[in-house]
């Protein structure tokens, strides 16, 4: 089985963002211990995923009004 995680945003707008996570491969043949369910250095890693997901889709639905300095971080 190959398990895909994805996230959608909708903006205020309208418009519909898509994030691929990735994906996960979890054997049905052959289940054990590592196999069966997430291990927590995976969902580490797609929470990690996740969260640079919003906070870039905050910030394009900011942008319009949200001053951005040249190296990338916010500026106010």
């Keep these: 089985m190959d ?3 994805m ?3 909708e903006f205020e707008n309208g418009d519909l963002r898509r994030h691929d996570l990735g994906r996960l ?3 049905t043949a052959m ?8 291990m927590l ?3 580490r890693a797609i929470l990690e995923r ?10 394009v639905e900011r942008q319009p009004s949200w001053p ?6 916010t500026g106010f």
């Design 3 to 5: 398990v895909r995680i």
């Design 7 to 9: 996230i959608e945003t």
């Design 50 to 59: 996740l969260q640079k997901a919003i906070v870039v889709d905050q910030v």
């Design 68 to 73: 951005v300095a040249t190296d990338g971080m």
């Design 31 to 38: 289940i054990c211990g590592e196999t069966i369910g997430l």
């Design 25 to 27: 491969p979890r054997p």
């Design 41 to 43: 250095e995976v969902a």
